[in-house]
């Protein structure tokens, strides 16, 4: 069965102190691994797209990375202002089939 | 302005009544989702639209109706509300079929009591 596993469920860290979410997964067809970033009342707010194995992406004090069973979201030095909850999501299938598959999130706040 | 639009942003109902709630996007994405979203159980998929003729079932369609009026208006529609489709309701879209990442409305907030 398809799956999409983020931990911890939730995280709390000082200014500065850097850490990882993970984001385990089971999917056939693996076609692309998002990240997404949603705030309290908002729509998730795309971040990274992940096609392969090795491949890595950055964004200010965000870092994601990919190998064939899991992803890494590393925040580094991270500020107040990044306290959100951070979203996983897989797309797999074949060829007119493909789905989104999300996992429950991690709830990042980030004390000053 | 939003680049994906949903209204309302809050509703409060009764059971038993008809909803609609309605997403525009001026992406020019032809692609098209409807997701509710509750504690512990992520985003799971409504139904979903890849253009105007074409739409589909997602997991949890049971008790939703769509139409997708144009290419870029998308509403999702609560024949007969009960009290556990109480949930966050996001509209999203998509850039062709593959390893394109959706972009989400910022939700319609739904009770029903």
Request: overall charge positive; proline content about 4%; glycine content about 8%.
């Amino acid at each position: 069965e398809d799956q999409v596993t983020q931990s911890p469920e939730a995280l709390r860290l000082q200014e500065g102190e850097s850490s990882s979410l993970n984001c385990s997964y089971t999917v056939s067809g693996l076609r692309g691994l998002f990240w997404y970033r949603q705030d309290p009342g908002k729509g998730p707010e795309f971040l990274f797209t992940l096609y392969s194995a090795g491949e890595e992406k950055e964004k200010e004090r965000l870092k994601a990375t990919l190998t064939k069973k899991e992803s890494f979201l590393h925040i580094t030095a991270p500020k107040p202002e990044d306290s959100a909850t951070y979203l996983c999501a897989v797309q797999r299938g074949t060829s007119g089939t493909y789905k989104y598959i999300f996992g429950t999130g991690t709830r990042l706040k980030v004390l000053a | 302005d939003a680049d994906v639009t949903q209204t309302p942003r809050n509703r409060i109902t009764k059971t038993g009544k008809r909803i609609m709630l309605e997403c525009s996007q001026t992406k020019g994405h032809d692609r098209m989702y409807w997701y509710r979203q509750d504690p512990g159980l992520g985003l799971r998929l409504i139904y979903y639209s890849f253009d105007v003729k074409d739409i589909n079932k997602g997991e949890i369609s049971d008790g939703y109706s769509v139409s997708r009026q144009a290419q870029a208006k998308f509403s999702l529609s609560l024949e007969s509300a009960i009290p556990n489709q109480t949930a966050l309701y996001f509209c999203a879209t998509s850039d062709g079929p593959v390893n394109q990442p959706q972009h989400f409305g910022d939700g319609t907030r739904l009770s029903i009591l």
